[in-house]
Nanobody, 125 residues
Framework: QVQLVESGGGLVQAGGSLRLSCAVS????????MGWFRQAPRNEREFVAA????????NYADSVKGRFTISRGNAKNTVYLQMNNLKPEDTAVYYC??????????????????WGQGTQVTVSS
């Protein structure tokens, strides 16, 4: 069983930055491609970013491309999401997810096996 715990969310003004972390336990992180998703009130959960098992390949939603960076430290069993130039429309609960064991990078939420509890990000205008 894999456990994921997100941290780093909070309240920030538009144009500011936040760095989310996802601590993974229970299994070796390098087994899993990882992703970040978000869900705003009254919206469905949407893909934000994904990273391959070795960190060599990344994928981003168009809405965050150029502003967000996903990275991973397999030795620390942690995945990160650096968010710069935040906008009010980035306000959401952000979730970390672990993809299929030994699988490739994926952007579909249905492919992910394990999820964290989420961390709130609020961007004021």
């Amino acid at each position: 069983q894999v456990q994921l715990v997100e941290s780093g969310g909070g309240l920030v003004q538009a144009g500011g930055s936040l760095r989310l972390s996802c601590a993974v336990s229970g299994r070796t992180l390098s087994r899993y491609p990882m992703g970040w998703f978000r869900q705003a009130p009254r919206n469905e959960r949407e893909f934000v970013a994904a990273i391959s098992r070795d960190g060599g390949t990344t994928n981003y939603a168009d809405s965050v491309k150029g502003r967000f960076t996903i990275s991973r430290g397999n030795a620390k069993n942690t995945v990160y999401l650096q968010m710069n130039n935040l906008k009010p429309e980035d306000t959401a609960v952000y979730y970390c997810a672990a993809g299929p064991e030994f699988g490739g990078i994926v952007s579909e939420s249905s492919a992910y096996e394990y999820w964290g509890q989420g961390t709130q990000v609020t961007v004021s205008s």
